[in-house]
């Protein structure tokens, strides 16, 4: 059964940036895996997919060309660039072996990174 282990997150100013780490027990390299994030209040919103290859992103409109994600099969571990962060950006951070961009809702999730950007 794969567990997810979300890292990284902070507080950071409007434009600043961080790098979040999903560490993946029984992770294949096979595997699709996306950042999920959540706002206050709201379902969890998928932002980025690294599909098994490494070459196939998939990016939300809202964060195309500020985040970045990327994989380290031999580690085990999707990464999440973010950078130029915005007030919109501000939530838990979750990933899944799932590739969905826009709303999804589910009850299992990891215990997640919080982002939070404000000034």
């Known amino acids: 059964q794969l567990e997810f282990v979300e890292s990284g997150g902070g507080s950071v100013q409007p434009g600043g940036s961080l790098r979040l780490s999903c560490v993946a027990s029984?992770?294949?390299?096979?595997?699709?895996i996306g950042w999920f994030r959540r706002a206050s209040g709201e379902d969890h919103e998928g932002v980025s997919c690294?599909?098994?290859?490494?070459?196939?992103?998939v990016y939300a409109d809202s964060v195309r060309g500020r985040f970045t994600i990327s994989r380290d099969n031999a580690k085990n571990t999707v990464y999440l660039q973010m950078n130029n962060l915005k007030p919109e950006d501000t939530g838990v951070y979750h990933c899944?072996?799932?590739?969905?961009?826009?709303?999804?809702?589910?009850?299992?999730w990891g215990q997640g990174t919080q982002v939070t950007v404000s000034s």
């Open positions: 899944k072996a799932l590739c969905l961009i826009g709303s999804y809702r589910s009850t299992n």
């Open positions: 029984g992770f294949t390299s096979d595997l699709a």
């Open positions: 690294s599909r098994s290859d490494n070459l196939s992103t």
